[in-house]
T-cell receptor, first 113, second 113 residues
Framework: EPEVTQTPSHQVTQMGQEVILRCVPISNHLYFYWYRQILGQKVEFLVSFYNNEISEKSEIFDDQFSVERPDGSNFTLKIRSTKLEDSAMYFC???????????FGSGTRLTVV | GDSVTQMEGPVTLSEEAFLTINCTYTATGYPSLFWYVQYPGEGLQLLLKATKADDKGSNKGFEATYRKETTSFHLEKGSVQVSDSAVYFCALLFYNQGGKLIFGQGTELSVKP
């Protein structure tokens, strides 16, 4: 069964550093998403991406965050200057179209120290 | 705004016990409703869904019925197994809003032999 692949599974970074979280969505999917889950809290929507542009973003997704689909297969989330409160599990997801269900990746646990 | 509320966890049951995990939602409009499951160390997997009032979603012995009158989508299983131990998330989605999922806080289920 096709999978959404996320790397790395765990990343530790120092406060103020830039991090890039990587995702490879399923190849024929058109809609891409990032969600995050701070430990013990809800899974929260960050951003959706379609046709090479952001279609919706949440209040969390401020100027420190950016997304990119650089080469038609990868989908990346960049945090420019990490804060302690960015520590969370980040999930990538994709789907073929708006009527279909999501396929989620296994997540990247980001720890900011 | 739109939101999902789940019963607090953790829920601890003995094998073969009956499971109910409550989920209620607040939404302006007619969302689709989902249950996702997260096994330890894995991503979010779609368990079941219902797209309109009175629909019943079912999968792997789990069931949930979309109740518009009580704005609920409670998850049930007649006889749980140790392998059902996981975190369960209720979520809603509006297809005409870019497909953003709104999650509940998750309910951890632990099934003891």
């Amino acid at each position: 069964e096709p999978e959404v692949t996320q790397t790395p599974s765990h990343q530790v970074t120092q406060m103020g550093q830039e991090v890039i979280l990587r995702c490879v969505p399923i190849s024929n999917h058109l809609y891409f998403y990032w969600y995050r889950q701070i430990l013990g809290q809800k899974v929260e929507f960050l951003v959706s991406f379609y046709n090479n542009e952001i279609s919706e973003k949440s209040e969390i997704f401020d100027d420190q965050f950016s997304v990119e689909r650089p080469d038609g297969s990868n989908f990346t989330l960049k945090i420019r200057s990490t804060k302690l409160e960015d520590s969370a599990m980040y999930f990538c997801a994709s789907r073929v179209d708006l009527g279909d269900g999501y396929t989620f990746g296994s997540g990247t646990r980001l720890t900011v120290v | 705004g739109d939101s999902v509320t789940q019963m607090e966890g953790p829920v601890t049951l003995s094998e073969e016990a009956f499971l109910t995990i409550n989920c209620t939602y607040t939404a302006t409009g007619y969302p689709s409703l989902f249950w996702y499951v997260q096994y330890p160390g894995e991503g979010l997997q779609l368990l079941l869904k219902a797209t309109k009032a009175d629909d019943k979603g079912s999968n792997k012995g789990f069931e949930a019925t979309y109740r518009k009158e009580t704005t609920s989508f409670h998850l049930e299983k007649g006889s749980v197994q140790v392998s059902d131990s996981a975190v369960y998330f209720c979520a809603l989605l509006f297809y005409n809003q870019g497909g953003k999922l709104i999650f509940g806080q998750g309910t951890e289920l632990s099934v003891k032999p």
